[in-house]
């Protein structure tokens, strides 16, 4: 893909498809979790209900502290945190150069 998305987005396919098939999938149920807590964590937020410090750094850093964390543990999904935490500083980049731009 060339456009800024999709160059982004990319970077996260990328390396998802070069794991093997069950390293892949855990990757994926991971990542669903971490959205899912995310969400949570962000609704509460948003109905006033204080949140730890650290849910409130940027996206790309805590996809780099899951990747530190899963790197510790020799857990081979940590290359697609590093890749999601890649991707997320690309778009606050497109956001920063176009602050039209939504995703």
Known sequence: ???DEGMHDSLVWQVLE???VPVEQRARHQITEYVARAKVVAA???RGVP????DRRSLADRFDDEADRLDEL???TAP???ALAESARLAEQVREMDPDYTE
Request: a neutral charge.
């Open 1 to 3: 893909m060339t456009d």
């Open 18 to 20: 070069r794991l093997p």
């Open 44 to 46: 509460a937020q948003q």
């Open 51 to 54: 949140v730890a410090s650290s």
């Open 74 to 76: 020799c857990d081979p």
């Open 80 to 82: 697609v945190w590093r």
